[in-house]
């Protein structure tokens, strides 16, 4: 990452107009130590091209703010939409998800010169009040793609046999996190959005749950736990494990967390040696749950993660990436967990919470509406941020999800217990 995207957003900038660019610039910031080729490739399915975060999130100023915003805007290439769409039924025909990795052209100096042609035609939007929550969503949007374009690259880099480093800084070393239980005696707590600062719309709208007394881990589940129930048989005890997930280890011969190897794992800055005291990341669902039966525990709902950590994370003015809170897009060191005593920055923590619409959720109109609706079936919510999250992204009434079977995110997992 270039020292002046760094320092552009370690302090939050003010105004709408700064922001904006200061998430710009991180995003190009993050290409600059790749070649065509590392920008370029897709290894696997769920996983896209940084050239293509890098586009996608610049077709969607263009989409939904320039076109319609700026009178007389022509799009940058008309034939470029087809290929930098995501998902967007409203917004027509794109290219499959799997064959992102198959475009070689545009090339990636041609993507920034469209990234630059579109900095600075929505420069007259940022005075304009009406386009204001637009903008605020452009940009979560461009900061969720930065961390998809850093845990993304690593898998890419991870399937190299050269496990090649994208930074070649060490990893920090941290303290041990501290033991214990946070109690909760349960009752009636509100949950969802709460405040005036922005938010997505799956985050809402607040409501009232009931909690029953349980508590909550102080600390995330480490490596040297995983490694406990990796030798006490965990991934070939049938009891530990639901039916979907039984099979899932079977027909993927999986036997420990992604990018795991004896002593080691892969990390942005190649491969290291694996620290037992920090938190075990790159792990699904259906791992989070059997290591939880097997602990004697279990997963927490995301209403109580939620209750507890409402209030913990740092304020929405308080954009810094801090190194010593987990939070590492960070000159100092690549991305890593590494245990800071906190409820968020480290790894995205699973739930036992479906992802569901709560009681009188409505999408948005248009095109807009697709952003998160659509997709509430099939998986599970998760808390926390990690350390490739953009500082000031997170917050209590955040709602991640992803399927039982995916880990390529920096996924890990708190323990709960009832009281």
Known sequence: MSQTSTRQ?????????????????????????LSEADATIQSMEDASPAKWHAAHTTWFWETFLLRDHVPGYRLFDERWPFLFNSYYEAEGERIMRGNRGLVTRPTLSQVLEWRAHVNEAMQ??????????????????????????LTDIKHAFSRNPLGPAIWDRQPKARPAQQDGWIEHPGGIARVGHQS?????????????????????????????????????????????????????????????????????????????????????????????????????????????????????????????????????????????????????????????????????????????????GKFMAGQWVLKGASCVTVRGHSRASYRNFFYPQQRWQFTGLRLAKDL
């Not at 709408?16 to 660019?21: E, G, K, V, W, Y």
């Not at 037992?276 to 059997?290: G, L, N, Q």
């Not at 960070?330 to 005593?341: E, F, S, Y």
Request: aromatic share 12%; with cysteine; net charge negative.
């Open 9 to 33: 957003i370690f302090d939050r900038p003010s105004s709408l107009a700064d922001r904006f660019a200061a998430t710009r610039a991180v995003m190009e910031g993050l290409l600059e130590p």
């Open 124 to 149: 007259p939007l940022m005075a304009d009040e009406r386009c204001t929550d637009l903008i605020e969503l452009g940009i979560a949007h461009e900061q969720q793609h930065i961390e998809l374009l």
């Open 196 to 372: 005036d600062g922005f938010a997505f719309d799956n985050e809402g709208p607040a409501h009232r749950v009931l909690l029953e007394p349980f508590a909550l881990s102080r600390r995330l589940v480490t490596n040297g736990e995983w490694a406990q129930f990796i030798a006490d048989g965990g991934y070939k005890d049938h009891r530990l494990w639901l039916s979907d997930a039984w099979a899932w280890l079977d027909r993927c011969n999986i036997s420990a967390p992604l990018y795991w190897r004896e002593g080691e794992h892969f990390t942005h800055a190649g491969w290291q040696e694996r620290d037992p005291d920090a938190p075990v990341s790159h792990i699904s669902y259906y791992e989070a749950d059997a290591f939880a039966s097997w602990a004697g525990c279990r997963l927490p709902t995301e209403f109580e993660w939620e209750a507890v950590a409402r209030g913990q994370d740092a304020p929405e003015t308080d954009q810094r990436f801090d190194a010593a809170a987990g939070n590492q897009l960070d000159t100092a060191a690549p991305p890593l967990p590494v245990g800071t005593g906190e409820l968020f920055g480290d790894v995205w923590q699973f739930t036992r919470s479906g992802y569901l619409p709560y009681p009188r959720f409505k999408p948005a109109e248009g095109a807009v509406g697709e952003y998160n």
